[in-house]
C-alpha cells in the first residue's frame, strides 16, 4: 500500500465549472506531482510543488493551478473546464532526495459534460 | 518528439511464460532514471521496477527484471512466470533533471493480458 490517498474517486461537471481535486501525500514525501490520463493515453505531467511552491510546469494552460499545504497535502484546481478536460488525475508523491521513488494515488476521474 | 516508445498497443501471453515489454527513449542528458509501472483497471499506477542511467547491472524486483540496453536507449520490462494477476497496462517511463523538476515521461502503454 503506497499511502497515497485522493478525493474524490469520480466527479462529474459541466462544461465552464470549476474544479478542485485533492491528494494526501505519503508520509515522509515533500513533494507531489500532479498528471493528467486521458484515455487510452499515458499520463502527462502538469506541474510539480516542493515545498509549497511549484517546482515545475508541464504544457498546461494556467487555468490548471494547484497549492501545496505545510502537511504536504496538495490540490488541483481547474477553471473553465472544457471537454478535454475528461480525464483520469493522478498524483504522486516522493522525497526530493530519492525521485527514483514517485508513489501515485488511485486517481480521480473527471468527466466533464 | 516523443521521448518514450512503447511500440506494443498489446501482447498476449500464456500463464508461467515469460514476456517482454519493449520501452525505447530519447534524451541528450547523461543521468536520467527509467520506471516501468503497472496499471489494472482500477486506475492506480503501481511502481514496479527503477534503472538508473549509470547503473551498471540490470535492475531486477522479484518476477520483474529491466533489460538495459544504454547504446541502444532501450528499457525492456522482463516479466518471468506470468501470472493472471499481471493482465494490466504496462507503462514505461523516463525522469528527466530538466526544467520539469523531476517530471516522469510516459510512453503510451502495453496493454498485456495474460491467459490461461
Known amino acids: 500500500e503506497t499511502g497515497v490517498t485522493q478525493s474524490p474517486t469520480h466527479l462529474i461537471k459541466t462544461r465552464g465549472q470549476q474544479v478542485t481535486l485533492r491528494c494526501s501525500s505519503q508520509s515522509g514525501h515533500n513533494t507531489v506531482s500532479w498528471y493528467q490520463q486521458a484515455l487510452g493515453q499515458g499520463p502527462q505531467f502538469i506541474f510539480q510543488?516542493?515545498?509549497?511552491?511549484?517546482?515545475g510546469r508541464g504544457n498546461f494552460p494556467p487555468r490548471f493551478s494547484g497549492l501545496q499545504f505545510p502537511n504536504y497535502s496538495s490540490e488541483l484546481n481547474v477553471n473553465a473546464l472544457e471537454l478535454d478536460d475528461s480525464a483520469l488525475y493522478l498524483c504522486?508523491?516522493?522525497?526530493?532526495?530519492?525521485?527514483?521513488?514517485?508513489?501515485f494515488g488511485p486517481g480521480t476521474r473527471l468527466t466533464v459534460t | 518528439a516523443q521521448k518514450i516508445t512503447q511500440t506494443q498497443p498489446g501482447m498476449f501471453v500464456q500463464e508461467k511464460e515469460a514476456v517482454t515489454l519493449d520501452c525505447t527513449y530519447d534524451t541528450s542528458d547523461q543521468s536520467y532514471g527509467l520506471f516501468w509501472y503497472k496499471q489494472p483497471s482500477s486506475g492506480e499506477m503501481i511502481f514496479l521496477i527503477y534503472q538508473g542511467s549509470y547503473d551498471e547491472q540490470n535492475a531486477t524486483e522479484g518476477r520483474y527484471s529491466l533489460n538495459f540496453q544504454k547504446a541502444r536507449k532501450s528499457a525492456n520490462l522482463v516479466i518471468s512466470a506470468s501470472q493472471l494477476g499481471d493482465s494490466a497496462m504496462y507503462f514505461c517511463?523516463?525522469?528527466?533533471?530538466?526544467?520539469?523538476?523531476?517530471?516522469?515521461?510516459f510512453g503510451k502503454g502495453t496493454s498485456l493480458l495474460v491467459t490461461p
Open positions: 510543488y516542493y515545498r509549497e511552491e511549484e517546482n
Open positions: 504522486a508523491s516522493s522525497f526530493r532526495g530519492h525521485p527514483y521513488e514517485q508513489y
Open positions: 517511463a523516463m525522469r528527466e533533471l530538466g526544467d520539469s523538476g523531476y517530471a516522469l515521461n
